[in-house]
């Protein structure tokens, strides 16, 4: 079963709007972490935002906030006044646990356009 | 700012060749991963160092696919003999560990004819 579901492959979103990327997960460790990752088309994977479980509030880091639904398991990435350089893919992944392989388990991702 | 350095960051070979990529992490990450990433998909991981120790490599493919972190800092991985399944972008990334954010270096994109 996949841990981590993209269900959107594109999305587009018009230049200065807000966007929501939807992510869904799948655990019973009751510890773990959740990250957003930014891949432009030249290949790096560019880190934006980190929720982790048993935090209270949802974080935020400038334009990025993750929308934290703990008992849904979603944990949905939105990008408010979108910009042209935001078009990219942007994968969803969590860790589990606390200790041993600190892997990260990665969505599909979603192919966001952001249009003039 | 400090990055993780990959190269090559292309490398174009034929089936049945032995490829290499290297790797050097920010310095003091501790952990180091090695990942591949096949066109459409998000990346999977193939090794996990911490310092020069494997932690994890279940999903490495032994009989072809070696790496190594001899002194801890920086790392090799290598194909041999490489496979038309093999094209594919291979990420390396660094951490200092637990829940801290990976950073990822630019990757070295593979295509093997």
């Known amino acids: 079963a996949q841990k981590i579901t993209q269900t959107q492959p594109g999305m587009f979103v018009q230049e200065k709007e807000a966007v929501t990327l939807d992510c869904t997960y799948d655990t019973s460790d009751p510890s773990y972490g959740l990250f957003w990752y930014k891949q432009p088309s030249s290949g790096e994977m560019i880190f934006l935002i980190y929720q982790g479980s048993y935090d209270q509030q949802n974080a935020t880091e400038g334009r990025y906030s993750l929308n934290f639904q703990k008992a849904r398991k979603s944990a949905n990435l939105v990008i408010s006044a979108s910009q042209l350089g935001d078009s990219a893919m942007y994968f969803c992944a969590m860790r589990e646990g606390q200790g041993g392989s600190e892997k990260l388990v990665f969505g599909k991702g979603t192919k966001l356009t952001v249009n003039p | 700012e400090a990055e993780v350095a990959q190269s090559p960051r292309y490398k174009i070979t034929e089936k049945s060749q032995a490829v290499a990529f290297w790797c050097d992490p920010i310095?003091?990450?501790?952990?180091l991963y090695w990942y591949r990433q096949i066109l459409g998909q998000g990346p999977e991981l193939l090794v996990q160092?911490?310092?020069?120790?494997?932690?994890?490599d279940s999903q490495l493919p032994k009989d072809r696919f070696s790496a190594e972190r001899l002194k801890g800092v920086d790392s090799t991985l290598k194909i041999q003999p490489a496979e038309l399944g093999d094209s594919a972008m291979y990420l390396c990334?660094?951490?200092?560990?637990?829940?801290?954010?990976?950073?990822f270096g630019p990757g070295t994109r593979l295509t093997v004819l």
């Open positions: 310095s003091g990450h501790a952990t």
């Open positions: 990334a660094s951490s200092l560990g637990g829940m801290s954010e990976q950073f």
């Open positions: 160092f911490q310092d020069e120790s494997v932690v994890d």
